[in-house]
C-alpha cells in the first residue's frame, strides 16, 4: 500500500486487491481471447493448404454419379464434343488437347500464343461440320482467346481436317 501511495495511485476504500487482481486478469483473458479468435478467423478465411484441395461434387440425385474421364491437363477452360469417343479441350495457356477415348493425347493439336495472365487466356471453343461433300472431313473450329500484342480479345476460324477416329491430318500430302 505504501508503494501504491508513493506512486500517487489512491484505491477506492475497503476495495479488495485481490478482487481487483482478478478483474485485471479476467480482462487480460478477454482480450487474448477476442486476438487468439481474430488469428484463427483469418487463417480459415486464407488457407494455403486449403487451395491445392479440388473440391468434391456433392450429388442430391441417387440416379447420378460422377467420375473423372481426364487427367492431365492444366487449367481447362472450355471443350467441345467431336463425336461419341473424342474431345478437344482447351488449356487456358493456349493449347488444344485432344482427349479421345478417356485417353489424352500427349501432343496438343495446336498451340496458340496467347496472353494468359489473370483472366485472360484460350476461353471458347465452338465447331461447325462442313456441309460440302467434297471435304466432309472438315470443320470449322472457332477459339476465342487473349492475344498479347496488342492486348486484345479474338475470335478466329481454323479449319481443320480430320482424318477416320478424329486424327489431324498432316501436310504429308496424305488425302484426309
Known sequence: MQLL?????????????SLLFALFLESIFIALSVGIFII?????????????????????????SVEPVVEGL???TSLIFLDDNDILVLEKDGQVRHVADE???????LQIPVNAENERGLLGIAI?????????????????????DPLRNRIYKISMEWRNSYQPCTDSGSPC
Open 128 to 148: 461447325s461440320n462442313s456441309s460440302n461433300s467434297a471435304s466432309p472431313n472438315t470443320s470449322n473450329i472457332f477459339l476465342y482467346y487473349t492475344e498479347g
Open 40 to 64: 484463427l478467423s483469418s487463417l480459415a478465411l486464407y488457407d494455403p493448404f486449403s487451395q491445392t484441395i479440388h473440391a468434391q461434387p456433392s450429388i442430391n440425385d441417387d440416379t447420378l
Open 103 to 109: 485417353v489424352l493425347r500427349e501432343q496438343p493439336v
Open 74 to 76: 492444366s487449367s481447362p
Open 5 to 17: 501511495d508513493e506512486l500517487g495511485i489512491s484505491l477506492i476504500p475497503n476495495l479488495d486487491l
